[in-house]
C-alpha cells in the first residue's frame, strides 16, 4: 500500500487513542512489535489485555514482563474454534477491559458471532501472504512450495471466513535465490513487525481525523 493510499473502511466511531485487546496463541512477535511501538511513543495507543487460548504462549509471558493484563481462556473441545463458553468468556474480558480494537497477532483459531457481533468491524488480524493468495496455515509454505517469485504479509478486517475479511493494507516480500521455507517466513516477519504497527497508526490517524 503506498503511505498516503487511504485505508478502506475506517473505523468510524473509534477514539483517536485506541485501547487495544491483543489475542495469540503463539510466541507473539507481532504483539511485542505493536507494544514496542507504544513504548517508542510511536504509536498513541494502549494494551489493555492480551488473551491466549493456550496456557504457555509465548505471547502471555511477553505482555506479563510488560506489567500488562494476560488471560487464558480454556479454549474447550474443538481444535479450530472457541468452545461457544470460551468465546463468551473472551467478549466478557475484552469488554470488561475497555477495549475498542481486537487485533489478532497469531490466533490460530476461527472467529465466530459472539465475538464478530461484540465488536463489529472492529477486528483485525495479520496474515502471512499477499491475500487472497495462500490462506490458511502456513502459508509461507503454500507460497515456496508454488515456486511464488514474491509473497508478503496483509492486514484485514476479520469477517466470519477465513482470512477473507476487507484487505487494509500488504507489504511483499520478495522469495530469493537459497530460501527454504523458513528464511522466507523469518524476513516475512520482519515486514509483519513492520506493517502491524503502522497500520495502526494510520486508523488511529483516520479515525482521529473523521467524526466520532
Ligand atoms: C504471524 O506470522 C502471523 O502472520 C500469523 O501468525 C504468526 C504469528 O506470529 N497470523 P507471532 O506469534 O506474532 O510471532
Known amino acids: ?48 489485555v492480551v488473551i491466549s487460548d493456550v496456557e504457555s504462549a509465548g505471547i502471555l509471558s511477553l505482555a506479563r514482563e510488560r506489567g500488562l493484563r494476560a488471560e487464558f481462556v480454556a479454549p474447550g473441545r474443538f481444535k479450530t474454534k472457541l468452545e461457544p463458553e470460551a468465546e463468551e ?4 474480558l475484552l469488554r470488561e477491559a475497555g477495549v475498542d480494537l481486537v487485533v489478532l497477532a497469531g490466533w490460530m483459531r476461527m472467529i465466530k458471532a459472539p465475538l464478530l457481533d461484540a465488536f463489529p468491524h472492529r477486528i483485525i488480524n495479520i496474515h502471512p501472504s499477499l491475500l487472497p493468495a495462500f490462506p490458511g496455515l502456513e502459508s509461507w509454505k503454500q507460497a515456496f512450495a508454488a515456486g511464488a517469485s514474491e509473497t508478503g504479509c496483509t492486514v484485514h478486517y476479520v469477517d466470519a471466513g477465513m482470512d477473507s475479511g476487507p484487505i487494509i493494507a ?35 490517524q483516520s479515525s482521529s481525523s473523521s467524526p466520532v
Open 170 to 204: 500488504q507489504r511483499r516480500v520478495p522469495v530469493l535465490p537459497g530460501d527454504t521455507a523458513e528464511t522466507l517466513h523469518a524476513r516475512i516477519q520482519v515486514a509483519e513487525h513492520e506493517l502491524y504497527p503502522a497500520v495502526l497508526r494510520e486508523l488511529a
Open 1 to 48: 500500500m503506498p503511505p498516503d493510499a487511504p485505508l478502506p473502511a475506517p473505523c468510524s466511531l473509534l477514539p483517536a487513542r485506541f485501547r487495544l485487546g491483543v489475542l495469540g496463541s503463539g510466541k507473539g512477535s507481532n504483539f511485542r512489535a505493536i507494544a514496542d511501538a507504544i513504548a517508542a511513543a510511536a504509536l498513541d495507543a494502549e494494551v489493555r
Open 89 to 92: 468468556r473472551v467478549v466478557e
